[in-house]
């Protein structure tokens, strides 16, 4: 290793990608844009989720009553259905994902202490017509109570898991940091080196004293100036857009590096397996765009199905993000230990496995 | 005594060199001895084997058997300090897209740890006004230019040219040889593959002819055609009842095909005897022109004119 060599592929390099717009737009813009995507649709709106109620026993007081405090639950927007309408025909015409009726018989039955069931319709596909449920149920619950004329005993006393509160942004910025950094290291190094041997400019790289060794390190350097470059865009959008509570933390510095380290190293192998540069954009694809959605890139791990919290364990940007996450929302620094520890692991074998793979030479 | 003085006046020492890909024999046998200083060409058509002769002499492939000494050591095992004694440029030469000359050579000249020279050789390639566009958007022939610079970055003792001007105009052709003239004037021992057989005429104190990988022949461009030519040819133009005229004439070979007659011949004194009989024979004839064979006639004879690849 020879640090002039290093410092002079590194400026080869660097002068190569800053003069390539698109290099420029994928590494640093492309995640800018996701975050003012994602950070537009999930946060400062309504979390409202939309009930159409159609009540059958308009004009008793006690529907009306049971109406309104569905309307101050503060979970759920509600729109009248004509009571003349049938309600399946209403619920496919409209594509309405919670539905509620409230039947004829609902203040007599209520009055003489009958049973009385109130239908709810809902799309299982949708999570905002499992709130509307939850409004519902809660609503039921308390007039259960007061009919019953009974008290609830036990409390919940809610406060968030943070001294910060940890909003959708909060999680996104870190997500969208181990997403720059993946789609960065993969996509940049598939495409180099797939371009590299077609183009020949390794055979041509070849007949100079620099050594494969010299030629990675440069890359790595470039693509972890890169991250931070991109870190630091991220976390100041974040701020001055969506208002994120979070701040740089130089304790991601590691587990952000082994990540650019594993990624590249993967791009690496990627590109040196593929026997052209099309085939190398596809097996970059591949390795980047489920690991992305399933690695809690755009939405917490915890938030999805069981089956794919298990494939997620399988992901070594889901342990980068995991870590971040760790620090940056939690403060929690042995969970960042352990996750800095597993990246790097991850990332060792990658580089292996790139040695093996890579080479200069010409079959 | 002998053998080491051999050894000093030697730039490249190549026996008995063998590689095959699969069943393709691409390289079948060659001996190469090239001197120190002098300017070698391996000319021969497409896939004859002239570009993985010079990639095993380069150290870029191994050879399946055959020993090679380029400046006296071996291009596999010493392939870090050869490097820094020769200059290549492959066949096909490409660089780094968005990276102008001078920053190219900048950066071979930290690889190699030298002192950088990129005004030096961006003047002697006329590249100066070129010299801060960046490679994708040169001509061919100022590409062709900066891997000449590439090469030369290092002062090498010994240059590998593998078709460098394949592709260019005739004007970038020119200007390419100009610098390689100016490279053997100062001594450098130059390899140059090539299909031209003009550029080999140029530019060449020795040529070997390259086919099936084999050489053919080998020696100066004139003890090519003095070995392996026939002599002196007359071509004219003419009808196809001039043939009974030049049968009648000893020791000259007639070919003839729609209107054109070629004779070949040995003695200065038939074409006396040819002019003579034409005149007599009363019938017409045009374009009359005696020539020595040249290298492109023995290449002919030599490879044959089907098409490879």
């Known amino acids: ?363 | 005594m002998q053998d080491q003085d051999k050894n000093e006046t030697l730039a490249v020492e190549a026996k008995g060199l063998f590689k095959s890909y699969g069943k393709i024999k691409a390289v079948n046998g060659i001996d190469l001895k090239i001197r120190k200083g002098e300017v070698f060409s391996l000319l021969g058509p497409n896939g004859a084997g002239k570009t993985t002769t010079v990639e095993m002499l380069e150290g870029i492939r191994t050879p399946d058997s055959g020993s090679i000494k380029i400046l006296g050591l071996d291009p596999i095992k010493n392939v870090q300090d050869l490097r820094r004694k020769e200059g290549i440029i492959p066949q096909g030469f490409n660089f780094i897209e968005k990276i102008t000359p001078k920053e190219a050579i900048a950066y071979y000249s930290t690889l190699f740890n030298v002192p950088n020279r990129s005004e030096e050789l961006i003047k002697m390639t006329n590249l100066t006004n070129v010299s801060n566009v960046i490679f994708t958007d040169l001509s061919g022939g100022q590409k062709q230019k900066v891997g000449l610079c590439l090469a030369l970055s290092n002062d090498p003792e010994i240059l590998f040219l593998d078709e460098p001007t394949t592709g260019l105009d005739p004007q970038a052709r020119r200007n390419i040889w100009e610098v390689i003239r100016k490279l053997k004037s100062e001594k450098r021992t130059i390899i140059l593959t090539t299909h031209y057989l003009e550029e080999a005429e140029e530019l060449a104190d020795r040529v070997a002819i390259v086919d099936n990988g084999k050489i053919m022949a080998e020696g100066t461009p004139h003890e090519i055609i003095k070995e392996y030519g026939n002599g002196m040819r007359l071509n004219v133009d003419g009808e196809a009842g001039l043939l009974k005229v030049f049968r009648k004439i000893k020791g000259i070979k007639t070919k003839y095909g729609s209107g054109k007659f070629t004779v070949i011949f040995n003695s200065e004194k038939d074409i006396v005897k040819m002019v003579r009989a034409l005149e007599k024979s009363g019938k017409k004839w045009s374009n009359l022109k005696i020539s020595n064979e040249t290298l492109e006639d023995v290449f002919l004879d030599l490879i044959g004119t089907k098409e490879k690849d």
């Open chain 1, 1 to 363: 290793m020879r640090l002039a060599n290093i410092k002079a592929d590194f400026v080869v390099y660097a002068r190569n990608f800053l003069r390539t717009r698109s290099a420029l737009f994928f590494t640093l813009l492309f995640p800018i844009i996701f975050l003012l995507v994602f950070g537009a649709i999930f946060s400062g709106g309504s979390t409202k989720v939309p009930l159409s109620v159609q009540n059958l026993n308009n004009g008793s007081a006690i529907s009306l009553s049971f109406v309104s405090a569905l309307n101050s639950t503060g979970l759920v927007t509600i729109t009248a259905v004509p009571s003349n309408a049938n309600i399946q025909t209403y619920i496919n015409q409209n594509s309405i994902d919670a539905a509620l009726v409230i039947p004829a018989d609902f203040a007599q039955e209520v009055a003489s202490s009958q049973n009385v069931n109130i239908s709810f319709y809902y799309n299982p596909s949708q999570s905002s017509a499992q709130t509307a449920e939850q409004a519902v149920n809660l609503v039921i619950q308390s007039f259960n109570f007061k009919i019953a004329n009974a008290t609830p005993i036990i409390h919940a006393y809610v406060s968030p898991v943070s001294t910060t509160a940890v909003g959708y942004i909060n999680y996104l910025i870190p997500g969208l940091i181990g997403f720059s950094v993946l789609t960065a290291g993969v996509f940049s190094m598939t495409n180099i080196v797939s371009s590299y041997k077609k183009e020949k400019i390794f055979r041509q790289l070849s007949l100079t004293p620099l050594t494969k060794g010299e030629w990675m390190v440069s890359k790595f350097t470039w693509n972890a100036i890169m991250a931070v470059v991109a870190i630091v865009l991220m976390i100041s959008v974040g701020d001055l857009v969506f208002g994120a509570g979070i701040t740089f933390n130089l304790y991601i510095l590691p587990i952000v590096f082994f990540g650019v380290f594993g990624f590249i190293s993967l791009g690496i192998v990627a590109g040196s397996i593929s026997k052209n540069e099309e085939t190398a954009a596809i097996i970059g694809n591949v390795i980047t765009f489920p690991m992305m959605f399933l690695a809690g890139t755009f939405f917490p791990v915890s938030s999805m199905p069981m089956y794919l919290q298990e494939i997620a364990k399988f992901l070594p940007l889901y342990y980068v993000i995991n870590g971040m996450n760790a620090i940056m929302l939690f403060g929690n620094v042995p969970g960042l230990l352990f996750n800095t520890g597993i990246v790097a692991a991850i990332s060792l074998a990658f580089f292996f496995i790139s040695m093996r793979v890579f080479s200069w030479k010409e079959s």
